[in-house]
């Protein structure tokens, strides 16, 4: 069971670069989120969704876009990549949104 | 704004010590507090969860204290082992969004020393 997957798990970006980050989950989980991760700030929500064709806005959505086409996947989306999106990407999913969430591996985004 | 406080930011304890880590929070409307456990290059994993109206809940040697007038709670491990040498982060939830919107601390990177 390999639960929720993050593909790429590295990524080097040069500024302006565009780019897709894709969270797949194989637990039929309704809700999914994705967070990302800086030194010394915790875990911060960028995007969720509530169900397939959903998706709502987290605490730093700014440059980022998602989709939702598919219960099992999320889409994070970098339209003009800058160098302060460089972090540790993490999406999770929950059965419900009252279930607890269960994180993928990340995806390490560099952007030079 | 950092709505959970976290510390302290590192912490080396002997096997078989006791590690203890702080979290306090401002918004009264959190009714959901959950540790997480992220061993190096891999997400985070729930590892024990509390809400309000209880002030402490044990799961094996991890024990969440909870003190909702002061806004506090810690998580606590007892006889600590190599093995929980991780970085744990508490974050907090109010439940009325309909979901877990968690918020969370800024991380306490646990080393156990053999």
């Known amino acids: 069971n390999a639960g929720v997957t993050q593909t790429p798990k590295f990524r080097v970006l040069k500024t302006g670069q565009s780019m897709t980050l894709l969270c797949a989950q194989d637990?039929?989980?309704?809700?999914m989120y994705w967070y990302r991760q800086d030194p010394g700030m915790g875990l911060r929500l960028i995007h969720y969704s509530v169900g397939e064709g959903t998706t709502a806005k987290g605490e730093v959505p700014d440059g980022y876009n998602v989709s939702r086409l598919k219960k099992q996947n999320f889409l994070l989306g970098l339209e003009s990549a800058a160098p302060s999106q460089t972090s540790v990407y993490f999406c999770?999913?929950?059965?419900?949104?009252?279930?607890?969430?269960?994180f993928g591996d990340g995806t390490r985004l560099s952007i030079l | 704004q950092q709505q959970v406080k976290q510390s302290p930011q590192s912490l080396i304890v002997q096997k078989g010590g006791i590690s203890i880590i702080n979290c306090a929070y401002e918004?009264?409307?959190?009714?959901?507090f959950p540790w997480y456990q992220q061993f190096p290059g891999k997400g985070p994993a729930l590892l024990i969860a509390i809400r309000p109206d209880v002030s402490e809940k044990k799961e094996g040697r991890f024990t969440i204290s909870f003190n909702k007038s002061a806004k506090q709670f810690s998580l606590h491990i007892m006889d600590s082992q190599p093995g929980d040498s991780a970085t744990y982060f508490c974050?907090?939830?109010?439940?009325?969004?309909?979901?877990?919107?968690?918020?969370f601390g800024t991380g306490t990177r646990l080393l156990v020393s053999p």
């Open positions: 637990m039929n989980h309704e809700y």
């Open positions: 974050a907090a939830s109010p439940l009325n969004t309909g979901f877990q919107k968690l918020v």
């Open positions: 918004n009264t409307a959190f009714d959901y």
């Open positions: 999770a999913s929950s059965w419900t949104g009252f279930q607890p969430q269960h």
